[in-house]
């Protein structure tokens, strides 16, 4: 089984609605990540969480919020999905500052 | 803001060549990664350096970090089919506890 898993892994949506992405992780890691990927912009941080109670902005946090429901748990909403919201999202965990971060699969999110 | 630049952004070559991808920036890192990641799948971690001047490698693929630890290449030898995807470099900041990643290299292998 994976140890980072995020949910759904396809989402098509129209402008206005809200969206929750889903990320669940079994490393036991207390810190985890949301990432947006676009082409030729690499990862770009949205939100990040060294813990359940800790909760930051990253570079691109706005039209975004987070959820950190608990240790292996981290989700991602888009209050009201907009067209350039359309993107690649990755969660991502790891155990030490600056140290290797797991990836979740993806979730390719279109928003029309 | 800390900046990665990576270069080239695209490449494409044929088998059996050697190419080398480039991770630049204007600051000092404490440690600096790279990652893989092949379409519909996540980013894995193939290194990291943290010493500047280290050089690693894993296989046909060369890593070397500057002597400044502001710089770092990924160097491929005879590349095959299966080293097509987007590598991406990362880099440690000691005051945020983040990595900051460059906008990453495609690069696709012809047989």
């Known amino acids: 089984d994976a140890d980072v898993t995020q949910t759904p892994r396809n989402r098509i949506t129209k402008t206005g609605k809200r969206i929750m992405l889903e990320c669940s992780q079994t490393k036991g890691h207390d810190r985890m990540y949301w990432y947006r990927q676009d082409p030729g912009l690499g990862l770009r941080l949205i939100y990040y969480?060294?813990?359940?109670?800790?909760?930051n902005k990253g570079e691109i946090s706005d039209g975004y919020s987070v959820s950190r429901q608990a240790q292996a748990k981290f989700s991602l909403s888009l209050e009201s999905a907009i067209p350039n919201q359309t993107a690649l999202y990755f969660c991502a965990t790891s155990d030490l500052p600056q140290g290797e971060q797991f990836f979740g699969p993806g979730t390719r999110l279109t928003v029309l | 803001t800390q900046l990665l630049e990576q270069s080239p952004q695209f490449l494409s070559i044929q088998e059996g060549e050697n190419l080398t991808v480039y991770c630049n920036s204007s600051?000092?890192?404490?440690?600096l990664q790279w990652y893989r990641q092949e379409p519909g799948e996540g980013p894995v971690l193939l290194v990291t350096v943290v010493t500047g001047g280290e050089v690693k490698k894993l296989k046909r693929l060369t890593f070397q970090f500057g002597d400044a630890r502001k710089d770092s290449s990924l160097h491929i030898t005879a590349a095959q089919p299966g080293d097509t995807g987007l590598y991406l470099c990362a880099a440690g900041s000691s005051n945020t506890g983040k990595l900051i990643f460059g906008q990453g290299t495609t690069l696709q292998v012809k047989p």
């Open positions: 969480s060294f813990d359940v109670k800790d909760i």
């Open positions: 600051s000092v890192f404490s440690s």
